[in-house]
């Protein structure tokens, strides 16, 4: 299973409580984005739309999406018809330095072989603001373990190559930004951060 299609199931699970966790985290989202004020927002790795569709629903603001997944920028597109979306990788972002109020990326880099290449591209095209998320290590596998899903992988996620706690995902960001909040919206790290 690709992440994008891993990112629509989660999103699309029956299981009530998947589904309040899901809302937890866009709730979440939503309100560490009003406190950035933006209006010209960019979300790296938008997958089908359904982070940016709660992004763009503060009003007032212009968003653009990019994924390397051409379907899931139909998909997007479908969901969020307000937003512009385009397909893209997110180490080589097509926007000039400082374009954007607001960049967000969410549940990404743990996807990334070089996530250190990407934040430098997410704070490139950044004037501001970031938000970041990444699951919470190793809570995110535990919690998968226990509800039997990726048994023989220790509850790990296949698409998963990076692996990051609150404390280590904090350390990897300051390197280039300075984290204003740390939000834990189990079984994710959220962080609002401002560029250097």
């Given amino acids: 299973m690709n992440h994008q299609s891993s990112n629509y199931a989660k999103h699309e699970a029956k299981n009530p409580f998947q589904k309040w966790l ?3 985290f866009h709730v979440n989202i939503v309100q560490l984005s009003k406190k950035t004020n933006a209006k010209f927002i960019f979300e790296a790795g938008c997958g089908e739309g359904f ?3 709660e992004i763009i629903s503060i009003g007032n ?3 653009i999406g990019l994924d390397i997944n051409l379907g899931s920028i139909f998909m997007a597109q479908k969901k969020c018809p307000t937003g512009s979306f385009l397909q893209g990788d997110i180490l080589h972002l097509p926007f000039s330095d400082s374009i954007f109020d607001l ?3 969410l549940e990404v880099l743990e996807h990334l072989a070089d996530p250190p290449a990407a934040l430098n591209e997410l704070c490139r095209v950044s004037r501001e603001w970031l ?3 990444v699951p919470n290590e190793p809570y995110f596998c535990l919690a998968n373990f226990l509800r039997g ?3 023989k992988r220790w509850g790990n996620d296949p698409g998963h190559i990076n692996h990051w706690t609150k404390r280590s995902f904090v350390h990897f960001v300051e390197r280039r ?3 204003i909040e740390k939000t834990l919206s189990f079984p994710w790290i959220i962080l609002l951060c401002k560029i250097k």
């Fill in 22 to 24: 899901i809302r937890r």
């Fill in 51 to 53: 982070s940016s569709r």
């Fill in 61 to 63: 603001s212009q968003l």
């Fill in 103 to 105: 960049v967000v990326s």
């Fill in 131 to 133: 938000i970041l998320s």
């Fill in 149 to 151: 899903k990726n048994l």
């Fill in 177 to 179: 930004c300075v984290v």
